[in-house]
């Protein structure tokens, strides 16, 4: 095999993306159940990936996240509670694989060119906010950028490869976040299985971010009880299970009646649907399966009437005080109370560029 460096690195700046976390509104988990979802991008926390062209290839760890020298056990075991076995480099290694094999298969030429990835986040671990996905967009918009072929890739097909990039690493996961962090804004996606075989992507509509009423996120700065969210119910709804099918297309459904209330301002009704939404993931999950931790994000909400649910599988929770500003700071003590982290949702808009758009279907 030729191990020559590659011919002398292309002259320029580096390429920079930025991708934000993820916030489910409504209709999720049945985005794995071939449901409907309504998701948003949330500006309050992001993840970034550079490259630089360079003469090698190289994945550049993060000093934290990917920290292999430590102090001493202590220190070693003290890392391993707050960030976990698995940093960043493993999901760039494996979006540049995925994507490399869908060019090679659909006939497009990439240039010889190296470079150097390396990344940041300071989305929170274990929240449920797509921390994970959004390294891995970010890296995937860098690579479309660098081989110039962003107008090659369909937006529709994009949130496929960066969910291939972490199935490829074990991580189980359905599309409603890649969705949002390709698309960003505020998105409704409709994953009927029809169409998903068809075209091999779900229908994706943006949505106004204007429409959507004041929000709040809350999440715990050190998860320690999770659960096990996806335990039983996959196995269950593959078995033909009638009360989780049934459920999961009630689930399903909320975030069709969602679009039509975001649409309407039909504040009220969002607000029994978000509501609707965890009490039927609680019934086919289980509190165990959830967590109390996370319930108690959820209770937290509702004990001072606002309308509450998981952002995700559990770690964060997206709420809406129907009342405003005076429940929004009833909200506030009672989160300080708890030991939970409350801050307002901000929103960011759909940043498709042009390119991006012109490969839109239809």
């Not at 890649?178 to 949505?207: C, I, N, S, W």
Request: aromatic share 8%.
């Amino acid at each position: 095999m030729d191990e020559s460096p590659s011919p002398s690195p292309r002259k320029g700046n580096e390429i920079e993306h930025k991708v934000y976390a993820r916030a489910g509104l409504l209709g999720n988990p049945s985005d794995v159940y071939y449901g409907r979802t309504i998701s948003f991008s949330l500006a309050n926390f992001w993840a970034t990936v550079k490259l630089q062209p360079s003469h090698h290839l190289i994945i550049t760890p993060h000093p934290t996240h990917d920290l292999v020298q430590f102090s001493g056990l202590d220190h070693l075991v003290k890392r391993l509670q707050t960030e976990g076995y698995y940093g960043g480099v493993r999901l760039l290694m494996s979006i540049c694989k995925i994507f490399y094999n869908y060019c090679n298969v659909n006939n497009i030429e990439l240039s010889k060119e190296n470079f150097t990835l390396s990344y940041d986040t300071n989305i929170p671990r274990q929240t449920g906010l797509s921390g994970s996905s959004a390294i891995v967009c970010a890296a995937l918009n860098c690579l479309l950028d660098f081989y110039r072929v962003r107008h090659l890739v369909k937006v529709e097909i994009r949130p496929d490869l960066i969910l291939s990039a972490e199935k490829e690493l074990g991580i189980i996961a359905g599309l409603q976040d890649r969705v949002a962090q390709v698309y960003g804004g505020l998105v409704y996606m409709d994953f009927t299985k029809d169409h998903l075989e068809k075209f091999g992507h779900g229908v994706y509509t943006p949505m106004d971010i204007s429409l959507l009423p004041p929000l709040q996120l809350i999440y715990a700065e050190n998860p320690s009880d999770s659960g096990k969210v996806h335990s039983t119910v996959r196995k269950r709804w593959l078995d033909g299970d009638e009360f989780i099918v049934s459920s999961m297309v009630e689930v399903a459904d909320l975030a069709l009646q969602g679009q039509t209330a975001i649409l309407e301002k039909d504040y009220s009704k969002l607000a029994d649907l978000m509501n609707r939404n965890f009490d039927l993931r609680r019934s086919m999950f289980g509190d165990d399966a959830l967590g109390s931790l996370n319930i108690e994000m959820v209770e937290v909400a509702r004990r001072v009437g606002a309308a509450s649910k998981f952002t995700g599988s559990g770690g964060a929770v997206v709420v809406f005080c129907p009342d405003g500003p005076s429940q929004v700071k009833l909200l506030e003590d009672a989160c300080k109370e708890a030991g939970f982290v409350i801050q307002p949702v901000k929103v960011v808009p759909s940043y498709l560029n042009e390119d991006d758009l012109k490969t839109l279907s239809g």
